[in-house]
T-cell receptor
């Protein structure tokens, strides 16, 4: 069963606009949520995380929102830049043993 | 470069052969993870080491797979009698006590193709 779901395989956004990537989860025991960015031929790179006891975390152009009642989180990128074009993975964890990843969303930022 | 390194980056093998991959984590990291990623999917957890102890194994890790981390430094992942379904990207990650909680640092991966 897919405990972390990213229902949009791809997203196209104009440079300078907002990108919103969504993620849903089923396991209420997850205590941390993370977003990773992946370029072709590279491993995933950590972007931003949020504890389950918070509802928002911001780091520069990136903000993650967590809605525990809906079991939903989203990543906002403002403003979007062409260099942001990559696959974005949502991940969740219980403890520090492993991450459970979604299937990814391919973001294309058009100049 | 002090990041996670993996060797080889690519491996092509014939069905039935054995293959071994190596991962060198960030030097001060005591936790090491192996993941597998297939096309269109996110990375899937395989196994986890804290220092030299293998503390968790996924059901994905069949008896043809074995991982070791002697002396708590580098790790190897061996696949015996490879099958075409083993074709995937094998990712290694590490994390340490002083890093942000739950953040794992990934290597570039080893792409395995089984013919």
């Amino acid at each position: 069963d897919q405990q972390v779901k990213q229902n949009s395989p791809s997203l196209s956004v104009q440079e300078g606009r907002i990108s919103i990537l969504n993620c849903d989860y089923t396991n209420s025991m997850f205590d941390y949520f993370l977003w990773y960015k992946k370029y072709p031929a590279e491993g995933p790179t950590f972007l931003i995380s949020i504890s389950s006891i918070k509802d928002k975390n911001e780091d520069g152009r990136f903000t993650v929102f967590l809605n525990k009642s809906a079991k939903h989180l989203s990543l906002h990128i403002v403003p979007s830049q062409p260099g942001d074009s990559a696959v974005y993975f949502c991940a969740a964890s219980v403890g520090t043993n492993k991450l459970i990843f979604g299937t990814g969303t391919l973001l294309a930022v058009q100049p | 470069d002090t990041g996670v390194s993996q060797d080889p980056r690519h491996k092509i093998t014939k069905r039935g052969q054995n293959v071994t991959f190596r991962c060198d984590p960030i030097s001060e990291h005591n936790r090491l993870y192996w993941y597998r990623q297939t096309l269109g999917q996110g990375p899937e957890f395989l196994t986890y080491f804290q220092n030299e102890a293998q503390l968790e194994k996924s059901r994905l890790l069949s008896d043809r797979f074995s991982a070791e981390r002697p002396k708590g430094s580098f790790s190897t992942l061996e696949i015996q009698r490879t099958e075409q379904g083993d074709s995937a990207m094998y990712l290694c990650a590490s994390s340490g006590e002083r890093d942000r909680v739950h953040e794992q640092f990934f290597g570039p991966g080893t792409r395995l193709t089984v013919l």
